[in-house]
C-alpha cells in the first residue's frame, strides 16, 4: 500500500525534516503519527501524498515509485488521496457545496452525479443542512468537518488528516475521531498526524507502545527520525 | 475523449460564471481591447477602399511624347531606341498616328466628330513610363524629352496616381507597424489583468494542485478567460469601426458626389470579419498563455 524504505526529507536550506524512515501501512490501517511540533508530521504526510519527493530513499504508494515518477504523473497519484489540512485550505470565498464540489470537478464529475455524492459527504459529517452556508459562518469544528467532507467526497482509499483535532475541544476532537473510525470501518485506510497522541500531552518521552487500548500503529516521530519503526503496533 | 469535453465544458462554465459575476470589469477590458483593434481595422478599411479606387481608375501614370508631323520611320526608330537606352525610364509604347485613329473610332461617340474632319489630325506618339515619381525626376525627364530631334510636346499626366499609389504602400507599413505594436500592448494588458486573477485565486490554485489538479486543468480557464476577453473585444473593435465607416461615409458621399462619384467606403467582407475574430481571440489566449508561464510557480 505506502511503503517508506529509508526515506530522508531535506528542505533546501534546513536539516533532515526526515531522516531514514522505513514502514509499511497496509490497506485498512488506521495509523496515528504523533510528535511534537517541528517532528516532521507535516512532512511525513506529505511524503506519503506524493506532495513532496523523498531527497533520499524511496516511497512506494500502490507500488510505484514516487521519485521516479514524472511531474505529470503526480495528480493522478495524488488523487487516490482524501486530505485534510492542517490549515484546513478551505475556500472562502465560496459555500460548502462548492468547497466539497472541487475535488469532484478536478476528477471531472460533475452536475447531478457530483450533487449527489456532494450531499452524501455532506450528510456523512453532519452538514447536510448547512451546504448554502459560507464557510465563515461555521464553527471550528464545522469548518474540521467541511474539510473531511472535502477529503472523502470522492471516495479515495486513503485518508490523510494533519491534526485534525488541533484546535478543537475534547468532545468535538472526539466526533472527528469518531468519524474517522467510521471510514476506517468501511476499508478506508486512515492516516492522521497528532501533536498530543490523542489526549497525552506528554508524548516526547514515551513511545508508542504505552499509547492505546485501540487497535492501532503508531508512527512516533522525534526530530525526523522515527523512534517506534514499523513492527511496534497493535496493542490490544 | 468524454472526460475531455467535460473538462472543457466545465471551464467554460466556469468562466462564464464569473464573467457574470463581474459584468462590469469584463465589459471594461473587452472595451479597451475594442477600441485598440478599432484603430487598426479603420485604417485598414481605409487603404483597402483607396487601393480598390486607385486600381480602378485606368490610365497609367505616363509622359506622352508627340512628334513632328513630318518625320519617317528611321526617325521613329531613332528616337525609340533613345528612349529605351534612357535610365529615367521604364517602359516605353509607340503608337503610330493610324493606331491611334482606330482607338478613336472604335468608340462610337466620336465617330461623328472624326467624319466631319479630314485626314488624321493625330500625331505619332511615345508613351514613357518613368521609373521616378518625384516632381523634380519628372520635370527633367520632361525637358530632356523635349529636346530630342522631332518631338513636338510632351505631356505628363496621371502622375498622381502613381504617388498615391506608392503613399498607399507607404500606409499599408505603417498599418502593419501599428498593428503589430499595438497587439504587444493588448498583451500586456491581456496578460497583467489574468496575473491578477491568478494572484486573487491563489489559494484555490493551491489548494487544487495538493488534491491532484493536472497543470491544464488549471490553467484552463484562465486560457478560456484571454480567449473570450478577446472575443468580446474583437467583436467590440467591430462595431465601433462599423460606427466609424457609417459616420465617415455621410461625408464622404457628399465630397464624391460633387465629383459625380458613388464613392465610399466599404465594410469588411465575412471573411475579413473572422479573420478579425481569429485574431482577436488567438491574441487574449496567447496574452493569457504568457502570462500563465510568468507566474508559472502559481500555476
Ligand atoms: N516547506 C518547508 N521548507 C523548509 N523547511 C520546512 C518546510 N516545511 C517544514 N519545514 C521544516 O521541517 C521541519 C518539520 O516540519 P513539519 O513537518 O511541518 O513538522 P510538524 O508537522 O511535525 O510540526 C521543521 O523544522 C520545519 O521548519
Ligand atoms: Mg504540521
Known sequence: MIVFDNVTKRYPGSIDAISNASFTIEQGELVYVTGHSGAGKSTLLKLMAAIERPTNGTVLINNQNVSKLKEATLPFIRRKFGLVFQDHKLLYDRNCFQNVALPLAINGITGQEAAKRIRAALDKVGLLGREKSMPITLSGGEQQRL?????????????????PTGNLDKNYAEDIL??????????????????????????????????????????????????????????? | MKTWLIH?????????????????????????????????????IILDNLNGLVSSVKSESQISVFLTEKHDTAL??????????????QNVIFVSKQDALEQLTAIDANKSLLDSLQGNPLPDAFFVEPKMLDATSIESLKNELSKIQGVETVLVDGVWIKRLNSLLFLGKKILIILAGLLGFALIAVIGNTIRMQVLTQSAEIELSRLIGATKSFIRRPFLYVGGLYGLGGGALALMITWVMILFFNQTIKAIANSYQSDFNLHFLSFA????????????????????????????
Not at chain 1, 186 to 204: K, N, P, Q, S
Request: proline share 3%; with cysteine.
Open chain 1, 147 to 163: 474539510a473531511i467532507a472535502r477529503a472523502v467526497v470522492s471516495k479515495p482509499s486513503i485518508l490523510i488528516a494533519d491534526e
Open chain 1, 178 to 236: 469518531a468519524l474517522f473510525k467510521a471510514f476506517q470501518q468501511v476499508g478506508v485506510t486512515v492516516i492522521i498526524a497528532t501533536h498530543d497522541a490523542l489526549g497525552r500531552t506528554d508524548a516526547d518521552n514515551q513511545t508508542g507502545h504505552e499509547i492505546t487500548h485501540h487497535e492501532n500503529k503508531v508512527l512516533h516521530l522525534n526530530q525526523g527520525k522515527l523512534i517506534n519503526p514499523t513492527n511496534s503496533e497493535v496493542i490490544v
Open chain 2, 8 to 44: 472543457h465544458m466545465q471551464a467554460l462554465r466556469l468562466v462564464l460564471s464569473r464573467f457574470q459575476k463581474n459584468r462590469l470589469g469584463t465589459l471594461l477590458i473587452c472595451l479597451s481591447i475594442g477600441v485598440t483593434l478599432a484603430l487598426p481595422s479603420v485604417a485598414y
Open chain 2, 76 to 89: 521613329v526608330s531613332g528616337i525609340e531606341k533613345i528612349l529605351k537606352q534612357n535610365p529615367a525610364i
Open chain 2, 272 to 299: 475579413e470579419i473572422l479573420v478579425v475574430l481569429i485574431i482577436s481571440t488567438a491574441l487574449g489566449w496567447i496574452s493569457a498563455y504568457f502570462s500563465l508561464s510568468s507566474s508559472a510557480k502559481r500555476t
